[in-house]
């Protein structure tokens, strides 16, 4: 079983791996075993050509993308002994010898076909994981020496890239014409609203999270702690993790003491007393349960 996803140089996009996800579905029905040749850039300790011996394989098929270009065609020469079979391919060019390579073509869209329904429609309906918005910040450089925001960003994405979950990053900064960036608070909080977790350094991170009733699991990017603290203080939430549990070693490294913090309020964020905590949170600031500096505004205005 190969594909794009199988090149050194190719690419696996969500819908490749899905439609090899519906062929395997096929393939096991069928009681077919078989073995997936994986990129090493993208499985680093998966199954890959150089680890296998082409003479140990009576067919090869090839899923979704183009049939098309120069890796294709080496892949026609490495196993010329194969029956060759592509499936759910696109056919850019019939003639070309990526094409004619094959044996059978089983395309999802050629220039004198009618197009057929693309695999990855019809994959596995996989379990899906949390979405979680990442907001951090490399910025803050008032806090001079006690800035650990590098080494807070490097362990937190390090061990995120770990996590099974739909990673979104996320930027607190409004901006009217980055279309990328939300124009209005209530852009970002429509967008915070559908998460299941914020994963954050920064203090708005935290507040606005909250302010959705969304759990947040707090980084303070410096060292003795200082606004992030302070305001998970402040709201009396406990998610909150110290920079300094956050060395070296922390990125995705299982059993280190940073590791095993980010884990136990990642999995208490997820679980349902941090759901229902992130609730009461946030309807405690909508419905003015908690003070602020604002409280305080008048009486120093002198307004009475």
Not at 36 to 52: K, L, M, N, Q, Y
């Amino acid at each position: 079983m190969t594909g794009w996803f199988s090149f050194l140089h190719g690419e696996a996009t969500a819908g490749d791996v899905l439609a090899l996800e519906r062929v395997e579905t096929v393939l096991r029905d069928a009681g077919q075993a078989y073995d997936v040749v994986w990129s090493p850039g993208f499985r680093a300790d998966g199954t890959h050509f150089e680890d296998i011996d082409p003479a140990a394989y009576t067919h090869l098929v090839f899923v979704c993308g183009p049939a098309h270009g120069r890796q294709v065609e080496e892949m026609h020469r490495r196993f010329a002994h194969c029956v060759r079979i592509a499936v759910g391919v696109s056919i850019v060019d019939p003639d070309s010898a990526a094409v004619t390579g094959f044996h059978h073509v089983l395309a999802r869209d050629a220039p004198t076909a009618e197009p057929t329904t693309d695999l990855a429609a019809r994959a596995p309906a996989p379990t899906a994981p949390p979405v979680v918005g990442v907001i951090l910040t490399h910025g803050q450089r008032e806090y001079g020496g006690r800035r650990r925001h590098a080494e807070v960003a490097e362990a937190v994405t390090g061990w995120l890239g770990g996590k099974d979950c739909a990673r979104l990053e996320l930027e607190t900064r409004l901006d009217t014409r980055d279309w990328r960036l939300c124009a209005t608070p209530a852009q970002l909080e429509t967008v915070l609203a559908r998460l299941d977790l914020v994963v954050t350094d920064r203090l708005h991170g935290l507040v606005l999270a909250l302010r959705a009733g969304v759990p947040a699991l707090a980084v303070d990017p410096v060292a003795g702690g200082a606004k992030v603290t302070a305001q998970a203080r402040a709201c009396g939430w406990p998610a909150l993790v110290a920079a300094a549990k956050l060395g070296p070693g922390t990125p995705g490294r299982t059993g280190e003491p940073g590791t095993r913090e980010l884990e136990r309020w990642w999995a208490w964020c997820l679980g349902d007393d941090g759901r229902e905590a992130a609730r009461r949170t946030g309807a405690a600031f909508r419905a003015d349960g908690v003070a602020d500096a604002a409280d305080g505004l008048a009486e120093a205005l002198g307004i009475r």
